[in-house]
């Protein structure tokens, strides 16, 4: 079975579980299900009763979809993603927006923890991304058979929604509460960075660090889908005063910044359909 076999398979299932096409996609990352608390449910689906969906091996992930309302509009929340460094391949990372963009989706909302590479910034804050650097040594573009499910050389000039920026950005202004813009770098993970990595990526102008959404970026481009995403920043990188990793702080922090997150997406969507 090709790739667009298996993606048809997972939509058919999904369509006769009652989700309708053109929903918003909404990927949401580690720390920030917070959201999922204002949505009208009508469906939640375990990844594991999705046709040839992957399994999700993130401790903490839930790994479920969820299908309802926000603020009048239809949204498929993916809580939980993929990784290169739990030895999927990219086709199987991304699988989320491939299906998303078969049930009609145009528009993709990402969140995702990451450290902050730039020590302006504090813990608990949301950075908008602005552009990204691949550091995954990978692509989801550069795999075999992907020329079935779309072009391979994909345009990266602005790859997150200028409209959707502007938006962000006024929404965080008009509630009066800090919304930084910055640079985004994926690494491959799962290990935490050293000290001399978090200079060099300093060196070559990141913002935030983490070990997700830039493949998920790349096929939303490759699909023509409208893209904005925000890291919520769980830690700060400072080579000079490294601690090592406390999860709770992390997860404490990611649940400080979901909350100004939460009212962005919630304000993107109500402009939806003005």
Known sequence: MNKQEKINQSQVFLTNMGIEAGAVGIILGTGVGDLIDQIQIEREIP????????????????????????????????EGRFHAYEGLSYFEITY????????????????????????????GEV?????????????PLAEKGIEELG????????????????KAKSIAQR????????????????????????????????D?????????????????????AFSVLTDLCDP???????????????KKAEQSLIIIVKELLSTQKK
Do not use: W
Request: net charge positive.
């Open 240 to 254: 000079q005063n490294l601690a090592p990793i406390n999860i709770e702080d992390i997860m404490a922090s990611a």
């Open 96 to 123: 989320p927006v491939r299906l998303m963009h078969a049930m009609g989706a145009q528009q993709l909302i990402i969140s995702n923890a990451a450290g902050a590479i730039n020590l302006a910034f504090k813990k």
């Open 127 to 139: 950075m908008l991304i602005e552009d990204h650097i691949n550091l995954q040594a990978g692509s």
């Open 175 to 206: 509630n009066n509460f800090a919304l930084h813009a910055g640079v985004y770098a994926a690494v491959t993970g799962p290990q935490l960075e050293t000290k001399a990595e978090y200079r060099y990526l300093k060196i070559i102008g990141v």
């Open 151 to 166: 072009e391979r050389f994909v345009d990266m000039s602005a790859p997150y929604s200028p409209k959707l920026i502007r």
């Open 208 to 228: 935030a660090v983490g070990m997700s959404t830039v493949p998920e970026v790349i096929v939303a481009n490759q699909l023509k889908m409208e893209c904005i």
């Open 47 to 78: 990844y594991s009763a999705i046709p040839h969906f992957p399994k999700p091996t993130m401790e903490f992930h839930k790994g479920r979809l969820i299908y309802g309302s926000l603020e009048n509009n239809k949204v498929v929340i993916f």
